[in-house]
């Protein structure tokens, strides 16, 4: 999982509760990403990140948020307008010609 | 807009067998492509990657890949499948940079089993 970390590794929250998964990397990369993984629908984009203090929608944003404020970090929060919160959430970084590299996940359930 | 099909769902290998796991892919120019594998409960793990040059590419554990630029096509490749080799594989594909960052694009992913 190289240099990216993501936690927690599980985490359970009741509907209507906002919550955040922490993304750390080490690598240097001014790029980082946001997916979210459903079973048989691949990768989802939710958001990116190309430079401290800018980020961009991906194909899902809705009901997420996002900053970057560090160059190492890039934390998603899961709003209450989520409709579907209940995922697997991945966090990428890369260089600019580079492939990603991903963290361990966030397996995330909401009830 | 840039599109990836990974065809099969589920491909069913022997132990010691060669294995192919199948990738086409759509985007204006030159693509960037990859390969990355995941095991359960896990990230993704790069495999390699097809940017220019050699249309054969070797990467991590054996793999390799052949670009086929007019079948537009990655498929991704091993001699002699192992057990161990058993889990979901990505294809994904990237256009050409124009100055900025590019989005990358994943296949809905190929899961492989690896029977002993």
């Known amino acids: 999982d190289g240099g990216i970390t993501q936690s927690p590794k599980y985490l359970f929250r009741k509907e209507g509760q906002n919550v955040t998964l922490s993304c750390e990397q080490n690598?240097?990369?001014?790029?980082m990403y946001w997916y979210r993984q459903d079973p048989g629908q691949g990768l989802r984009l939710i958001y990116y990140?190309?430079?401290?203090?800018?980020?961009q929608k991906g194909d899902i944003a809705e009901g997420y948020s996002v900053s970057r404020e560090k160059k190492e970090s890039f934390p998603l929060t899961v709003t209450s307008a989520q409709k579907n919160p209940t995922a697997f959430y991945l966090c990428a970084s890369s260089g600019r010609y580079d492939e990603q590299y991903f963290g361990p996940g966030t397996r995330l359930t909401v009830t | 807009a840039q599109s990836v099909a990974q065809p099969e769902d589920q491909v069913n290998v022997a132990e010691g067998n060669p294995l192919t796991v199948k990738c086409t892919y759509s985007?204006?120019?030159?693509?960037?492509l990859f390969w990355y594998v995941q095991y359960p409960n896990r990230g993704l793990q790069f495999l390699l990657k097809y940017i220019t040059g050699d249309n054969l590419v070797k990467g991590s554990y054996g793999f390799e890949a052949e670009f086929n630029k007019s079948q537009t096509s990655f498929h991704l490749k091993k001699p002699s499948a192992l057990v161990s080799d058993s889990a979901l594989y990505f294809c994904a594909v990237r256009a050409p940079n124009s100055g900025g960052y590019q989005i990358v694009t994943f296949g809905t992913g190929t899961k492989l089993q690896v029977i002993p």
């Open positions: 690598l240097n990369h001014d790029a």
């Open positions: 990140s190309q430079i401290v203090n800018d980020f």
């Open positions: 985007v204006s120019g030159n693509p960037y």
